[in-house]
Protein backbone atom coordinates (compact mmCIF):
# COMPACT_ATOMS: atom_id res chain seq x y z
CA UNK A 1 0.00 0.00 0.00
CA UNK A 2 1.00 3.71 -0.61
CA UNK A 3 3.33 4.76 2.84
CA UNK A 4 4.49 8.56 2.84
CA UNK A 5 6.41 9.17 6.04
CA UNK A 6 8.23 12.48 6.43
CA UNK A 7 11.17 13.43 8.83
CA UNK A 8 13.17 16.04 9.44
CA UNK A 9 11.32 18.50 11.56
CA UNK A 10 11.94 20.16 15.11
CA UNK A 11 12.78 23.52 16.85
CA UNK A 12 14.84 26.09 15.45
CA UNK A 13 15.24 29.74 16.14
CA UNK A 14 14.18 32.37 13.67
CA UNK A 15 16.74 32.87 10.66
CA UNK A 16 17.70 28.96 10.87
CA UNK A 17 17.22 25.89 8.48
CA UNK A 18 15.89 22.58 8.56
CA UNK A 19 15.83 19.88 5.82
CA UNK A 20 12.61 17.77 5.67
CA UNK A 21 12.31 14.38 4.28
CA UNK A 22 9.46 12.08 2.79
CA UNK A 23 10.04 8.62 1.79
CA UNK A 24 7.85 6.96 -0.20
CA UNK A 25 6.82 3.31 -0.78
CA UNK A 26 4.25 0.98 -2.42
CA UNK A 27 4.02 3.09 -5.91
CA UNK A 28 6.49 4.32 -8.61
CA UNK A 29 7.85 7.17 -7.35
CA UNK A 30 9.44 8.26 -10.32
CA UNK A 31 6.16 8.53 -12.21
CA UNK A 32 4.30 10.83 -9.65
CA UNK A 33 4.21 14.53 -8.85
CA UNK A 34 5.01 14.94 -5.38
CA UNK A 35 3.86 17.87 -2.69
CA UNK A 36 4.47 19.51 0.04
CA UNK A 37 1.37 20.88 2.39
CA UNK A 38 1.84 22.62 5.86
CA UNK A 39 -0.88 23.20 8.63
CA UNK A 40 -0.55 26.15 11.13
CA UNK A 41 -1.74 25.97 14.62
CA UNK A 42 -5.54 26.84 14.27
CA UNK A 43 -5.72 27.39 10.23
CA UNK A 44 -6.53 25.17 7.39
CA UNK A 45 -3.52 22.98 5.65
CA UNK A 46 -1.56 25.33 2.95
CA UNK A 47 0.04 24.49 -0.30
CA UNK A 48 3.58 24.76 0.10
CA UNK A 49 5.37 23.35 -3.24
CA UNK A 50 5.55 20.96 -5.57
CA UNK A 51 8.11 18.71 -7.56
CA UNK A 52 7.54 16.98 -11.30
CA UNK A 53 8.26 13.54 -11.52
CA UNK A 54 11.57 14.69 -13.12
CA UNK A 55 12.59 17.02 -10.62
CA UNK A 56 13.21 19.24 -13.27
CA UNK A 57 9.81 21.89 -12.34
CA UNK A 58 8.83 23.47 -9.26
CA UNK A 59 6.85 25.83 -8.15
CA UNK A 60 6.60 27.31 -4.55
CA UNK A 61 3.65 29.88 -2.58
CA UNK A 62 4.52 33.32 -2.46
CA UNK A 63 5.07 32.94 1.40
CA UNK A 64 7.79 30.62 0.91
CA UNK A 65 9.59 31.61 -2.80
CA UNK A 66 13.18 32.19 -2.23
CA UNK A 67 13.30 30.71 1.57
CA UNK A 68 12.50 27.06 0.59
CA UNK A 69 13.45 24.36 -1.96
CA UNK A 70 11.87 21.33 -2.91
CA UNK A 71 13.79 18.08 -4.66
CA UNK A 72 13.43 14.16 -4.94
CA UNK A 73 15.49 12.02 -5.60
CA UNK A 74 14.02 9.13 -7.06
CA UNK A 75 16.09 6.33 -6.85
CA UNK A 76 15.73 6.71 -2.93
CA UNK A 77 12.23 7.01 -3.44
CA UNK A 78 12.19 10.49 -1.02
CA UNK A 79 11.30 14.19 -1.62
CA UNK A 80 12.83 16.78 0.19
CA UNK A 81 11.78 20.31 1.25
CA UNK A 82 15.28 22.74 2.49
CA UNK A 83 13.70 25.13 4.76
CA UNK A 84 16.01 28.60 5.28
CA UNK A 85 15.66 31.86 7.00
CA UNK A 86 12.81 30.53 8.58
CA UNK A 87 10.09 32.79 10.60
CA UNK A 88 7.87 32.20 13.22
CA UNK A 89 4.95 32.18 10.57
CA UNK A 90 6.44 28.95 9.40
CA UNK A 91 5.78 26.87 12.14
CA UNK A 92 3.26 24.32 11.26
CA UNK A 93 2.70 20.49 11.24
CA UNK A 94 4.43 19.82 7.28
CA UNK A 95 3.09 16.92 5.33
CA UNK A 96 4.50 15.19 2.31
CA UNK A 97 1.58 14.36 -0.48
CA UNK A 98 0.94 12.75 -3.32
CA UNK A 99 -1.91 11.83 -5.71
CA UNK A 100 -1.74 8.20 -6.86
CA UNK A 101 -4.43 6.20 -8.83
CA UNK A 102 -6.48 9.50 -8.15
CA UNK A 103 -6.59 9.45 -4.45
CA UNK A 104 -4.92 11.78 -1.97
CA UNK A 105 -2.24 10.10 -0.66
CA UNK A 106 -0.90 11.91 2.84
CA UNK A 107 1.69 11.16 5.43
CA UNK A 108 1.74 11.54 9.19
CA UNK A 109 3.08 15.16 9.03
CA UNK A 110 6.42 16.67 11.00
CA UNK A 111 6.20 19.37 13.19
CA UNK A 112 8.34 22.53 12.37
CA UNK A 113 8.93 25.21 15.19
CA UNK A 114 10.20 28.48 14.44
CA UNK A 115 11.08 29.85 18.40
CA UNK A 116 13.59 31.88 20.05
Known amino acids: QVQLVESGGGLVQPGGSLRLSCAAS????????MNWYRQPPGKEREFVAT????????SYANSVKGRFSISRDNAKFTVYLQMSSLEPQDTAVYYC?????????WGQGTQVTVSS
Open 97 to 105: NGVVGGQNY
Open 26 to 33: GFIFRNYI
Open 51 to 58: ISTTGRTS
